[in-house]
């Protein structure tokens, strides 16, 4: 596919490197020659210097022939403008980034009168993940699928916990819980599950089950988390801001700290519920002064990596029972090493938007629709939520008779709104949702998953 991605921001480069790696088309712009030429010779790219909101540009892009133009800069106007000019020169289908709060409410009419086919707000969809993780704070990573009625919930196994040493198969056996575990990683390795797979101290394991099973599991293996009331967040930018308004609707007691005065006394005026503090947040005293040991979670949302990391850190050893740290860089490893279990990042999350979208519009002549998409596991796993197509020549055959490409697992079917974990006995029907995981493979359309 033909994809033209205007401004080179930490998004646009992450969407350079994602979409080049899927085999796509890509051409970037942007007005720094400097980031142009390290983007082109670090992925498989082409790179025009110059304005993207221009029609010259634009058309020097290939914007007449694009399938679709990606406009990622750090302007909403700019980006808005952009997608308005690609689509009159001839780009079929086009994506805006558009972060202002003054936008949220106005998102129906950028795609019905201006034509913008996707909106991606990567910190309002950042705070809604932080929210759902706060919600539900046993684990460290949470992913929603089929209207939420199904999800993937990722934890760390730690000393003394039950699952060391015990294998996969073993798990319905001994615990009352209804879950699937779907993908595990083993420091540098990733695997896809068998059986007679057997955990070990430190692995970090993906779960797929409903809300309640999950919960059920968790209490059992001895890491389920009472509910978090008192919230500290630190940073004032439009995460900390989107966050705060859907956590102050919960009755949770929020406190939201950020430095600059003026922003503090923005926000006052914005965030009723939220008791608002002008202070340094990565200030150990500032921290100590307001209690911090007293909170039942830390956010650790400012525009620095090292300083999210070290106030995590420090939470952590006052023992707050959640903490939350936004890094735009993607070291999770390193990170996991050291602690930092729950990391976002509004990058991958908007990655994983467009990538679906992209997907979507790639298997546009396909039978079968893709619903969700998730990276996990530091983006070397799927999750992949498809739409069953009637007669497509594979429902109605029970799985043991299926030939599916191996690291490859369906973990759910979603039928009428009935949750089904699959056994080799069952099938797949015209009109079930299913949710794939895989390794190592991309997948456009449901009929990828055999051999």
């Known amino acids: 596919m033909y994809i033209i991605i205007v401004g080179l921001g930490k998004l646009g480069i992450n969407l350079t490197a994602q979409l080049s790696k899927e085999g796509h088309d890509i051409v970037v712009v942007d007005e720094k020659s400097s980031v142009v030429t390290s983007v082109v010779d670090t992925y498989d790219v082409m790179g025009i210097c110059g304005n993207g909101a221009t029609v010259n540009i634009l058309t020097e892009a290939g914007a007449k022939k694009a399938k679709l133009l990606i406009a990622c800069t750090g302007s909403d106007e700019f980006n808005i403008l952009c997608c308005m000019f690609a689509k009159n020169i001839g780009t079929e289908n086009t994506i805006s980034r558009v972060r202002n709060p003054d936008y949220v409410d106005q998102h129906l009419f950028l795609k019905e009168k201006i034509g913008i086919n996707m909106i991606v707000n990567p910190e309002y969809e950042t705070a809604n993940e932080i929210s759902r993780i706060i919600r539900f704070p046993s684990v460290s990573k949470l992913d929603a699928f089929a209207g939420g009625k199904v999800e993937i919930a990722m934890i760390t196994i730690r000393e003394n916990n039950p699952l060391c040493g015990m294998a996969v198969n073993e798990i319905k056996k001994k615990f009352k819980a209804n879950v699937i575990v779907c993908a595990v990683q083993r420091e540098n390795s990733v695997y896809i599950p068998s059986g007679d797979f057997l955990f070990r101290q430190d692995d970090s394991i993906n779960i797929t089950g409903t809300r309640s099973e999950l919960s059920t599991f968790l209490k059992q293996i001895g890491v389920y988390k009472q509910r978090l009331k008192d919230i500290m967040i630190i940073g004032g930018g439009k995460i900390g801001l989107y966050l705060s308004e859907l956590l102050s609707q919960t009755g949770r007691n929020i406190k939201l700290i950020d430095s600059n005065e003026r922003k503090c006394r923005e926000l006052t005026g914005m965030l009723d519920e939220v008791t608002v503090i002008c202070g340094d947040g990565t200030d150990q005293d500032v921290l100590d002064e307001q209690n911090l ?44 090493d050291v602690g930092l279990e729950t990391l976002v990042s509004p990058q991958i999350i908007a990655g994983n938007l467009v990538t679906r979208y992209v997907r979507a ?77 895989t390794s190592d493979r991309i997948l456009e359309d449901l009929h990828d998953i055999f051999i």
Do not use: W
Not at 312 to 332: E, F, G, L, W
Not at 418 to 433: L, Y
């Open 361 to 437: 519009l790639q298997n546009s002549a396909g039978n079968s629709q893709i619903n969700t998409l998730y990276k996990l596991v530091g983006g070397k796993v799927e999750a992949v939520e498809f739409s069953v197509p009637m007669d497509a020549g594979y429902e109605n055959i029970p799985f043991k008779d299926l030939s599916f490409l191996p690291n490859l697992l369906i973990v759910c079917i979603i039928r009428h709104g009935r949750i089904i974990f699959p056994s080799g006995d069952d099938v797949m029907k015209g009109g079930d949702n299913v949710i794939v995981i």
């Open 293 to 336: 040991e007293n909170h039942d979670a830390l956010v650790a949302l400012t525009d620095i990596d090292e300083e999210n990391i070290i106030v995590s850190m420090y939470a952590m050893s006052k023992n707050v029972k959640k903490v939350i740290t936004k890094v735009d860089r993607h070291s999770y490893s390193i990170l996991n």
